[in-house]
């Protein structure tokens, strides 16, 4: 879509850590490669953060989340941390990172 080719995604991969270089006007993004276990480094012109907050959830299907007992909760919904004070918790979060 909008110009964005399969092999500009990247999937299994973490981002580590962005840092706008005021100099040169890039964005610096640190990713780790999970699959390989390893970090690169790469430079963007534009950065977007998209968490999904401002829309509606894409809530993905899991086999067996039926069965599970806690709560089970989308980030869209999530507003502060409170009640899970106290509490182990489980995060599920898929990264993406687009490729120039």
């Known amino acids: 879509i909008h110009g964005v080719r399969d ?3 990247l999937t299994r991969h973490c981002v580590r850590g962005v840092k706008y270089e005021e100099a040169t006007g890039v ?3 640190w990713v780790t490669d999970i699959s390989k276990d390893e970090d690169f480094e790469q430079e963007f012109d534009r950065l977007v953060v998209a968490t999904g907050h ?3 959830p894409n809530t993905p299907v899991i086999k067996g989340i039926d ?3 806690g709560r089970v909760l989308h980030a869209h919904n999530f507003k502060n941390a409170r009640e899970f004070t106290g509490r182990e918790c489980l995060s599920l979060v ?3 990172v687009l490729r120039t």
């Open 67 to 69: 069965k599970f007992c």
């Open 54 to 56: 401002f829309s509606i």
């Open 94 to 96: 898929p990264a993406t």
């Open 7 to 9: 092999s500009d995604v």
């Open 27 to 29: 964005f610096r993004v």
